[in-house]
Nanobody
Framework: QVQLVESGGGLVQAGGSLRLSCGAS????????MGWFRQAPGKEREFVAV????????RYADSVKGRFTISRDNDKNSVYLQMNSLKPEDTAVYYC???????????????????WGQGTQVTVSS
C-alpha cells in the first residue's frame, strides 16, 4: 500500500519556525514531483510549494515566497517544508502530495494529483 505520511506540525507563535516532513512508503517516488498544499477551516485547499525530480526546480505560492523552503531527500524517499517567519494566516492542515506530472500543480488541476498524505495541523498563534 502506497502511503505519504506527514509529521512535524504543531503549535507555534507568530514569527516562529516549523519543519514539516513527508515520508513515502509502499513504492519509490523516483521521477515523482512532490509538494505541499494546505487547507484552512472554511477555505479551499491551496497550493504551497512544489519540487521537481530530482530537485532542481521549485515553485512557491506568493504568500509563502521568501519564508518557506521545500527540499527533498531522494535516498530517503522524503520531502520537507521548512517554514520560517510564520504568521497566523499560515494556520491550516498541511498535505504532502506526489504526482509524475509537473503541470497538475497549477490552477485547479491539483484535484488529479495521484498521491496524498493524511495531513498535519499547523497552528500559528498571534
Amino acid at each position: 500500500q502506497v502511503q505519504l505520511v506527514e509529521s512535524g506540525g504543531g503549535l507555534v507563535q507568530a514569527g516562529g519556525s516549523l519543519r514539516l516532513s513527508c515520508g513515502a512508503s509502499g513504492r519509490t517516488f523516483s521521477n515523482y514531483v512532490m509538494g505541499w498544499f494546505r487547507q484552512a477551516p472554511g477555505k479551499e485547499r491551496e497550493f504551497v510549494a512544489v519540487i521537481s525530480w530530482p530537485g532542481r526546480r521549485t515553485r512557491y505560492a506568493d504568500s509563502v515566497k521568501g519564508r518557506f523552503t521545500i527540499s527533498r531527500d531522494n535516498d530517503k524517499n522524503s520531502v520537507y517544508l521548512q517554514m520560517n517567519s510564520l504568521k497566523p494566516e499560515d494556520t491550516a492542515v498541511y498535505y504532502c502530495a506526489a504526482d509524475l506530472d509537473w503541470s497538475v500543480w497549477s490552477g485547479g488541476a491539483w484535484h488529479g494529483i495521484e498521491y496524498w498524505g493524511q495531513g498535519t495541523q499547523v497552528t500559528v498563534s498571534s
